[in-house]
């Protein structure tokens, strides 16, 4: 670790000058492969239990890969991203495991089977208020774990967050439950930046027959940044000035995009 990462570290984190880390750090750097892994979990914010790192996070990288069949790099990655969903004692993680599967119905091939995992660590109370949300819209508790089980990620928001999206989705633009349930991308997008200037783009061209009138809102915030503008935005000057205002850009900055999208 730099001096800088170390700083860091100590004021993100005061309390782990307490703990003892020599073995945690041996542990994680056998489990995460790399000095950068264990940096990024140092220096991240909040409180770890570095005793369970050093006696059960490389059993549970085993677990994991018994379990579930995840490749080391897969594995690692979460790790990183949610320390605190996998360094715990092994036994706790081996039940959660299962919880995955029989109450969420992820198997344990899906992409999505770790982020289950980490959907479970914010508590049954928790993840019943904001299924009360979704119902209050008119979904279904069937509808609700079909979008469970394609991407946990979208109960990740606040409850005051899911409510404007939401709004957004289902009284702005009419979606219904049984269609948003199998669309997770449009629960991982921000609205203002993302969502409403492409649904207001692609309104535009529809209207003007410049593109298919079924072409979907999901296709399209799928995209990068540079492929929506290649496809959607600087082919079509009708809609130059309109998306500039919505992404609170420029038109210069939207040809220096036609630059180099032509170059």
């Not at 928790?126 to 819209?137: H, Q």
């Not at 082919?235 to 210069?252: K, M, N, R, W």
Request: aromatic share 8%.
């Amino acid at each position: 670790m730099s001096e800088s990462d170390v700083i860091q570290t100590i004021v993100r984190n005061p309390m782990i000058l307490r703990q003892r880390l020599g073995p945690a750090i041996h542990a994680l750097k056998t489990a995460l492969g790399s000095d950068e892994n264990v940096v990024k979990i140092l220096k991240k914010p909040g409180r770890y239990k570095f005793n369970c790192a050093a006696n059960y996070v490389i059993p549970n990288v085993e677990l994991l890969q018994k379990y579930c069949g995840i490749s080391s790099e897969t594995i690692q990655k979460h790790i990183v991203r949610h320390p605190n969903s996998f360094i715990l004692k092994t036994d706790l993680l081996r039940d959660a495991l299962i919880k995955v599967e029989l109450k969420l119905g992820i198997p344990g091939h899906s992409p999505m089977f770790l982020y289950g995992v980490n959907f479970l660590r914010f508590g049954e109370k928790n993840i019943k208020d904001k299924c009360e949300v979704f119902k209050s819209f008119g979904w279904t508790q069937s509808d609700i774990m079909k979008l469970i089980r394609l991407n946990p990620m979208c109960f990740t928001s606040s409850e005051s967050r899911i409510k404007e999206r939401l709004g957004y989705l289902m009284n702005q633009m009419g979606y219904k439950p049984n269609y948003l349930a199998m669309q997770p991308i449009l629960f991982m997008c921000r609205i203002e930046k993302r969502l409403l200037p492409r649904h207001r783009v692609l309104e535009i061209l529809k209207e003007k027959g410049l593109i298919r009138m079924d072409y979907l809102l999901s296709s399209a915030v799928s995209c990068s940044e540079s492929v929506f503008l290649k496809r959607f935005v600087l082919p079509f000057e009708e809609v130059h000035d309109v998306y500039a205002q919505l992404i609170g850009s420029t038109l210069d900055s939207l040809n220096v995009g036609r630059s180099k999208s032509q170059s």
